[in-house]
């Protein structure tokens, strides 16, 4: 059996359709093979499934058809076996009571995800278990089954994430808060994951200041112990819940659009201070030789993953937005007055932009946009 876990989170530009293209016309031909494909229930992966090819290979189970009671029992025994695990490695003893599982039982509300981001936050290396569930129930209950309504703000799920978030950074006055938002932003809104090292020096951040506040939300990220691999979040939901401001309630974490807005513009001030002057360049032999000088500068500096991003990413996070800042239109113009031959020739050296013209009429589309609107 082959899985395809999660195929309605694909970013590419609409991946699901060539995937299933693909399933539909090499499935028949591959003998003692099942492939079982997971999704939400997105209109576009639906009619791939319903089309020519997949219609008649397909047995589709629909995971809100199953009865709340069962989904419900499941959820009670990983609660019940997780934490009489965790309750042993720690020591402690009648702990959880039956109220207590059957209050987390109800609280999931049908989410396995709302039990697996419990137990990644009681599971803390430094704080007692018992004393964080006592947290949690003081956190409104829920008992809205999944798929049977919208998630709405104070669901158990959002009050969740919400109270994890407020217990990291109890103590945060507004400078603490503002960084605290950058880093999320970071975290939530790249559009490749970044390790901790990258979001450090895209961000101009002390590292260990970086990893403090992610270590400080760990329940809620899959955190390599090594500073150069990615870091992501452990489900889509935590995204989902920082980007609606129905459901983020809490300002200090809400991740508004604007926020794309800072990261383009760290991006543009990371490769104007990295990327060399083209117009100090007499001729392409030259400027090759520029860039091999700055790659390997780049690289000794551990700065190699973040102007990566920053190459790959600058334009992507800028057009998202209208919100064009004095900020961004000064460093805007030297990244296109002084930098942009240099980015192009690095962005091919590093093979981090597919296609650096598409790019480029992109922002050109993006500032005629902005400007009319003005």
């Known amino acids: 059996m082959i899985v395809i876990d999660a195929l309605d989170e694909c970013k590419d530009e609409d991946p699901e359709s060539a995937i299933l293209l693909v399933l539909g016309r090499s499935a028949p031909r591959i003998p003692r093979v099942k492939f079982f494909v997971t999704s939400r229930p997105e209109m576009h992966i639906m009619a791939g499934f319903r089309g020519p090819l997949l219609r008649g290979l397909t047995d589709v189970f629909v995971l809100h058809d199953v009865e709340p009671h069962t989904v419900n029992s499941d959820i009670h025994r990983f609660f019940e076996h997780e934490l009489s695990k965790l309750a042993q490695r720690r020591g402690i003893e009648g702990w959880p009571t039956r109220g207590q599982l059957e209050s987390l039982r109800r609280r999931a509300a049908g989410f396995f995800v709302y039990a697996v981001a419990t137990l990644n936050f009681l599971d803390h290396k430094f704080q007692d278990p018992s004393d964080r ?26 009050s969740l994430y919400k109270s994890i978030l407020q217990a990291a950074f109890l103590e945060n006055d507004a400078d603490d808060d503002a960084m605290v938002r950058s880093v999320l932003s970071a975290v939530v809104l790249a559009t490749n994951p970044l390790s901790q090292s990258a979001i450090a020096t895209l961000l101009n951040f002390q590292r260990s200041r970086v990893l403090r506040l992610l270590e400080a939300i760990q329940s809620l990220l899959v955190l390599p112990e ?39 513009l760290h991006c543009l001030e990371l490769m ?20 091999k000088c700055l790659l390997k500068r780049v690289e000794d500096s551990g700065t190699h993953g973040a102007l990566e991003y920053a190459c790959r990413s600058w334009h992507k996070h800028l057009i998202v937005t209208n919100h064009l800042t004095a900020d961004v239109v000064s460093t805007l113009s030297v990244f296109l ?18 296609d650096p013209a598409s790019a480029l009429v992109a922002i050109v589309e993006w500032l005629k946009k902005v400007c009319s609107e003005r």
């Open 133 to 158: 569930l006592d947290m949690i129930m003081k956190c409104p209950e829920n008992t809205t089954h999944e798929g049977k309504a919208k998630l709405k703000a104070y669901t158990s799920l959002d």
């Open 226 to 264: 090594d500073p150069n691999r990615p870091v992501q979040l452990f489900h889509k939901s935590i995204s989902d819940f920082t980007t609606d401001p129905t459901r983020c309630t809490d300002t200090r974490f809400y991740i508004s659009p604007d926020q794309h807005t800072g990261l383009a």
């Open 272 to 291: 104007n201070k990295f990327l060399g002057d083209a117009t100090r360049s007499a001729s392409n032999q030259v400027l090759h030789s520029e860039v």
């Open 337 to 354: 007055e002084e930098k942009l031959v240099f980015w192009l020739e690095v962005s091919m050296a590093l093979g981090v932009s597919e």
